[in-house]
């Protein structure tokens, strides 16, 4: 009998590494282990009241190796010297500036402490101004308007806003700078000891959908139009890429240092690099015309379509259709909510507010008291609000909510955007204002689907996957109901990771393709949300509210 071969799915999150040790027989991982950002978690680099938030690379080097070490130190000799593969997905658009070398800025002396010197994380949203003259310029210079396959709006988000912004801030950095890399890129790049950055592969997810390449264009966005939106752009562009490569390719092979690090072998297999939310969706079971949410922090919602059925069709208002860029030989289209957890997050921290600032201050109590008191209520929050949310009449509600907290991505990005609650009274309370924050979340999602059919896109059925999905039935039984269609929840708890892994089966010789990968590998799903028809009637009516509420937001956001 020939012995099992395994690969390891590395999975780089906004908080930490997770990685899982696949067996490629079955997708059942065997070992895994989860490793938190130490620069991170201490709020490093990171500024919420400018929106900058900033991760510097010694995390991502310490959080692999850390993570993938101890996954290994769980299994067998047999297990380890059968590793045929690796994959890696990480968050994104995530670029950061390199030297000529491939070396990131943040790595090199003088640049150690200086965030503009490192990876700008797909949250931030310092680059606002920049990417609204992009859009701008895009669709007034009179060539080629580069963002018709990005949804026909730039994002802040994304690859050449966040660069541009850097390069007029940051004088020292514009001058250090050889070129950028997005960090699922870099990732690949780190590992196979291939770091130059004319020649690392770059992923053909993070330059379709962030950068506006496109093979119309013969690459990225021409150097007449960069220059026409700011000179310091000049010349960047032969710095970067031209070829861009799918997750089922081979970035190369471990090298020396890092197969002695992680104790693997120099053949162990390194695939091109993805985004993260790209590669759940391959984990999660994505078919085409199948919405896969990725839902979490923010959500990033993926739909796969086959190339002849799409034709010429652009769909407006969406983050972007392109070739290969989840499955490859199928068109991969995203969009997605700038904020979800998020929104649920920052209400908890509110009512907390006296907690952390009211009983800190009671002397009559023992800090150590203290300290445990406010753990236990801060991570019961928002269990207990959900459960005297779900009591709540949706007959009586009277609280609509608008989702846009940190902006909104889809449909037409606008980073500008904020969030409201109106219909407030002095008889609402913490659990009616969650049970309207929950129900905003699931109409912005209604917002994509609506979006994609108006482009006449046929969406048959719902996928989600993350930490929410698995641990609140409230929230999804809401998004079911206000979607009015059967939620699946995948049954894998790191289906990104597992994404990457059916990738690394790919790209190591197991599997011809990553369909069939995802077919050996897959894990199904472990429960379904169904809609109550009578509840998705009255969502029917509180949608329209919402909608409303949103148009008269961004009407006095533009101060008409």
Not at 238 to 260: N, Q
Not at 554 to 559: K, S, T, V
Request: hydrophobic share 40%; with cysteine.
């Amino acid at each position: 009998m020939a012995e099992q071969k395994y690969v390891i799915g590395v999975d780089l999150g906004t908080d930490s590494v997770r990685t899982i040790i696949v067996n490629c027989e079955n997708g059942i991982d065997i070992s895994s282990s989860v490793w938190d950002f130490n620069r991170w978690k201490k709020g490093k680099y990171c500024d919420p009241a400018k929106n900058q938030f900033r991760q510097h690379p010694m995390d991502h080097i310490e959080g692999i190796e850390g993570s993938v070490r101890e996954a290994l130190s769980s299994v067998t000799r047999s297990v380890r010297e059968n590793i045929t593969g690796i994959s890696v997905d990480t968050t994104g658009s995530t670029p950061g500036p390199v030297d000529i070398t491939g070396t990131p800025l943040a790595l090199t002396p003088g640049f150690e402490e200086n965030p503009n010197a490192m990876f700008v994380l797909w949250k931030d949203h310092t680059a606002v101004e920049e990417a609204e003259e992009i859009n701008h310029v895009s669709h007034t210079w009179g060539g080629i308007d580069f963002t018709k396959y990005v949804g026909g709006v730039y994002s802040s988000e994304w690859f050449w806003a966040k660069m541009l912004h850097i390069l007029r801030e940051d004088e020292k950095v514009r001058k250090a700078a050889f070129s950028w890399v997005e960090n699922c890129d870099w990732i690949p790049a780190l590992l196979t000891g291939n770091k130059d950055p004319l020649k690392i592969m770059r992923s053909r997810c993070a330059a379709g959908h962030k950068a506006m390449w496109h093979r119309e264009f013969n690459g990225l966005p021409s150097e007449g139009f960069l220059q026409k939106i700011d000179p310091l752009l000049e010349g960047i562009r032969s710095r970067l890429y031209t070829e861009t490569y799918t997750c089922d390719r081979i970035a190369g092979t471990l090298s020396p240092e890092w197969a002695k690090k992680l104790g693997l072998s120099e053949r162990v297999v390194v695939g091109a690099g993805a985004y993260d939310a790209h590669l759940g969706a391959v984990g999660a079971g994505v078919e085409p015309y199948i919405l896969c949410k990725v839902i979490g922090t923010s959500t990033c919602d993926m739909l796969v379509a086959p190339a002849d059925e799409i034709g010429d069709k652009l769909i407006g208002g969406i983050c972007g259709q392109v070739d290969g860029s989840i499955i490859p030989g199928l068109v991969g289209m995203e969009a997605g909510q700038s904020a979800f957890g998020d929104i649920y997050a920052w209400f908890r921290d509110i009512l907390m507010f006296p907690v952390r600032q009211v009983l800190s201050k009671n002397s009559t109590v023992d800090a150590s008291v203290i300290n445990i008191l406010s753990s236990n209520i801060e991570k019961n929050i928002i269990p207990e609000l959900s459960a005297a949310a779900e009591s709540i009449s949706l007959e009586m509600s009277s609280i609509i909510a608008l989702d846009w907290l940190n902006g909104r991505r889809t449909p037409y990005a606008d980073q500008r955007l904020k969030g409201a609650v109106t219909g407030i009274c002095l008889g609402t309370d913490a659990p009616g204002i969650f049970r309207a924050l929950v129900e905003a979340t699931a109409f912005g999602a209604r917002k994509i689907i609506d979006r994609f059919i108006d482009e006449g896109i046929n969406i048959m059925g719902v996928i989600a996957l993350g930490g929410i999905p698995k641990k609140s039935p409230f929230i999804m039984q809401v998004l079911s109901d206000v979607l009015n269609c059967p939620i699946k929840i995948a049954r894998s708890d790191q289906a990104c990771a597992l994404g990457s892994a059916m990738a690394a089966a790919t790209v190591s010789g197991i599997y011809p393709d990553i369909r069939s990968a995802q077919k050996a590998m897959g894990r199904g799903f472990e429960i379904v949300y169904n809609p109550d028809q009578k509840k998705a009637e009255i969502y029917d009516l509180l949608y329209k509210q919402y909608t409303d509420l949103g148009g008269f937001m961004e009407n006095l956001n533009r101060g008409i």
